[in-house]
T-cell receptor, first 118, second 117 residues
Framework: GAVVSQHPSWVICKSGTSVKIECRSLDFQATTMFWYRQFPKQSLMLMATSNEGSKATYEQGVEKDKFLINHASLTLSTLTVTSAHPEDSSFYIC??????????????FGQGTRLTVV | AQKITQTQPGMFVQEKEAVTLDCTYDTSDPSYGLFWYKQPSSGEMIFLIYQGSYDQQNATEGRYSLNFQKARKSANLVISASQLGDSAMYFCAMRGVVSGGYNKLIFGAGTRLAVHP
């Protein structure tokens, strides 16, 4: 199956600093990557859809200036949480769709990143 | 609007028994896909099984099978011969067309499965 790698798996940062999370497709080229956020004991909520070479599409209610998404290559998308605050503490996870649009590739997720802002 | 409903917040099953996790969906799109994921305490999302809306047969993957009843709009996950390692959160998700031309997965609230020895 398709392999999606996410780094780091966990991070603790001080309030006011920025944190970058990477999402890589290891064995396929991803035209589209998806970023999700999951609060404890809740379901995954899509934050934004990241497309290679173009601006990300953000879901309603997601601050695009706070959650910066860059998809500079077909294998890498990054999510930067800017000026992080304790309420940004959450589990962030990405998934990716390949160039051929095979449906099942978007089924594969990275390992997730647990962000704690202190 | 597209929606996924999982009505069972928690389920218990005895080891080696079979268990069914319920999932109903709502969509007006004739073409869609249904997914099941397992999320252990480590947080990773493990893809289990996929069913396309036009697939004639129910999907099966090892001990996992998807009971797809299109008319009822249900896509229940059946886990046979439960193992202790099956204890986790299980999410049902649907892929459909959304605004901007990009498909996305819509997730249910999840069901926490506990397998007892």
């Amino acid at each position: 199956g398709a392999v999606v790698s996410q780094h780091p798996s966990w991070v603790i940062c001080k309030s006011g600093t920025s944190v970058k999370i990477e999402c890589r497709s290891l064995d396929f080229q991803a035209t589209t990557m998806f970023w999700y956020r999951q609060f404890p004991k809740q379901s995954l909520m899509l934050m934004a859809t990241s497309n290679e070479g173009s601006k990300a599409t953000y879901e309603q209610g997601v601050e695009k200036d706070k959650f910066l998404i860059n998809h500079a290559s077909l294998t890498l998308s990054t999510l930067t949480v800017t000026s992080a605050h304790p309420e940004d503490s959450s589990f962030y996870i990405c998934s990716a769709r390949d160039l051929d649009g095979r449906m099942n590739t978007e089924a594969f997720f990275g390992q997730g990143t647990r962000l704690t802002v202190v | 609007a597209q929606k996924i409903t999982q009505t069972q917040p928690g389920m218990f099953v005895q080891e080696k028994e079979a268990v069914t996790l319920d999932c109903t969906y709502d969509t007006s799109d004739p073409s869609y896909g249904l997914f099941w994921y397992k999320q252990p305490s480590s947080g990773e999302m493990i893809f289990l099984i996929y069913q396309g809306s036009y697939d004639q047969q129910n999907a099966t993957e090892g001990r996992y099978s998807l009971n797809f009843q299109k008319a009822r709009k249900s896509a229940n996950l059946v886990i046979s011969a439960s193992q202790l390692g099956d204890s986790a959160m299980y999410f049902c998700a649907m892929r459909g067309v959304v605004s901007g031309g990009y498909n996305k997965l819509i997730f249910g609230a999840g069901t926490r499965l506990a397998v007892h020895p």
